[in-house]
């Protein structure tokens, strides 16, 4: 089974820039889809980003040339670059990876990003 461990989020000014990361460990077979989701103050949960095991890519409109995803299949770690960033981009961000061959999905434990003057 796979454990997912974020890194540790913070408070950015707007305009600044974040990395965030996820290492997966634990026994599994494989881990295919890797992303990131985000849940802001009285909003829905929502995807931000997601990455194949090839490398593509997909991103939420409203971070689209912001974030960047990425990911390192030798380390088992994918990776969310955080650009220009706004205060609308405050919110608790969790990743995910999906593994084994039923292609289970785990979840980090979540971070919280907090974009302000």
């Known amino acids: 089974q796979v454990q997912l461990v974020e890194s540790v989020g913070g408070l950015v000014q707007p305009g600044g820039s974040l990395r965030l990361s996820c290492a997966a460990s634990g026994r599994f077979f494989s881990i295919f889809d890797m992303g990131w989701s985000r849940q802001a103050p009285g909003k829905e949960r929502e995807l931000v980003a997601g990455i194949t095991r090839d490398g593509s890519a997909n991103y939420a409109e409203s971070v689209k040339g912001r974030f960047t995803i990425s990911r390192v299949n030798t380390k088992n770690t994918v990776y969310l670059q955080m650009d220009s960033l706004k205060p609308e981009d405050t919110a608790v961000y969790y990743c995910?990876?999906?593994?084994?061959?039923?292609?289970?999905?785990?979840w980090g434990q979540g971070t919280l990003v907090t974009v302000s003057s």
């Open positions: 995910f990876v999906q593994s084994g061959i039923s292609r289970v999905t785990t």
